[in-house]
């Protein structure tokens, strides 16, 4: 939650070297944060952590999709992860090269695939078996050189996660059987404009161990081991970041030395998201009403489940504190927004100072799943993003307007 770039300093909550309350005094309400030195940091570990299996770094970018992150960590050397067209469209404007984007979805249209196809992408994970058919025939009308494809396994092996983020297991909507995989690979001559190099097998986000990771490693390997030109392994993401103080994680080394004896002979691709922004970012919001009600308290933010759905959607905690420390008591209250929805709660039962309207409180590590996933409901104009460097910010999105709104 707190690290070198995300800290109290003299009882105000920094980024990097900027106070956020001055910050926000010129940007207003609600807004995200994030620092372009933790999110660098974070892939840069990653990166020195997986050097020794030699492994190509993929950033997803349905984790955080504005363009100066995409720009900056393309520039710092990651491929990118992408899992609609429009995210192929963002990478190649962020200035990735089309041989360094995988391309995975499991309902990619065929629009989708034209262009992906088209602009040379390096990798499509296939999830489908008639979406094999529709690359074969769409790289043969381009007159394309083959496409290059992983087939995605979905190992029925359940990962220690949330529901809604277990990707794996048999029930899930995403890859293919392993017995479906077995029966492409045997008949891989089908298919002209194809060529099959790799498998691809993701179970899921916020892992806090590598037992089902490793057991997926070994299904995948299994179907793979006859063919000598099927040589890399796509392990997705899944990475855990820590939304509590004490929240205890693996390590990524430890993920590494886990993995190592099951993946050292192949060619290794990882598609980290979370691990590289959740920690980076957070959402500042201006207390609008105080209100005590049934026995508790409420305070009414201008910040809702429209800048940030996680709590709404996946009941997901994130730490919420005050801008400005005060040295007063704690008493648990719950952190709410305008939205017209009895879900629209930020936090339950977090513990605060007492607060009054014009107070800020930072929602903590939501630089993942945060502003992408905003939405206009409630005709709510989307938050405006800033990028801090050391000393300095930036706006990288602006905030919308009502105006906005008119489309």
């Given at each position: ?8 300093k003299q009882e105000a ?169 077995a029966d492409v690979l ?38 793979i081991e006859p063919y ?180």
């Open positions: 939650m707190f690290n070198d770039s995300i800290h109290y909550l920094h980024c990097d070297d900027l106070p956020l309350n001055e910050i926000v005094a010129k940007t207003g309400t609600p807004t995200y944060i994030y620092s372009q030195k933790r999110i660098l940091e974070n892939y840069t570990q990653i990166k020195s952590a997986f050097a020794k299996l030699d492994a190509h770094i993929h950033y997803s970018a349905k984790a955080n999709n504005n363009h100066h992150i995409l720009k900056m960590l393309v520039d710092a050397g990651a491929g990118i992860d992408a899992v609609s067209g429009g995210e192929v469209y963002l990478a190649l404007n962020a200035g990735c090269s089309p041989e360094n984007i995988v391309f995975a979805g499991v309902g990619k249209s065929r629009e989708e695939l034209r262009f992906a196809i088209g602009k040379g992408v390096g990798w499509i994970n296939v999830e489908n078996i008639a979406e094999i058919d529709y690359i074969n025939e769409i790289t043969a009308e381009l007159g394309r050189e083959p496409t290059r494809i992983s087939l995605r396994l979905n190992p029925d092996v359940t990962a220690n996660t949330h529901p809604y983020i277990a990707t794996g297991h048999g029930g899930a909507k995403f890859g293919l059987t392993a017995t479906t995989i045997a008949h891989q001559d089908h298919y002209e404009h194809l060529t099959f190099s790799g498998i691809h097998v993701h179970i899921g986000s916020q892992l806090h161990d590598t037992t089902a990771t490793q057991q997926a490693i070994k299904a995948a390997i299994n179907l000598p030109n099927i040589r890399t392994l796509d392990i997705g993401g899944g990475l855990p970041v820590a939304y509590t103080p004490n929240e205890i994680l693996p390590s990524i080394q430890d993920f590494v030395d886990d993995i190592y004896p099951l993946v050292k002979d192949y060619e290794l691709i990882l598609e980290p998201g979370r691990a590289i922004v959740a920690d980076a970012g957070l959402l500042l919001t201006e207390v609008l009403y105080v209100k005590q009600q049934a026995g508790q308290i409420f305070y009414i933010v201008d910040a809702s489940m429209s800048e940030l759905i996680r709590p709404a959607l996946y009941q997901a905690h994130h730490e919420i504190l005050p801008v400005i420390k005060k040295d007063r008591e704690l008493t648990p209250a719950n952190i709410v927004g305008p939205v017209c929805e009895t879900a629209d709660v930020l936090g339950r039962n977090i513990n605060l100072p007492p607060l009054i309207a014009g107070d800020l409180l930072a929602v903590m590590t939501t630089g993942a799943y945060g502003m992408v996933m905003a939405s206009n409901y409630n005709a709510r104009p989307r938050p405006a993003e800033i990028m801090v460097n050391g000393t300095e910010w930036k706006t990288v999105r602006e905030r919308e307007t009502w105006a906005s709104l008119m489309g």
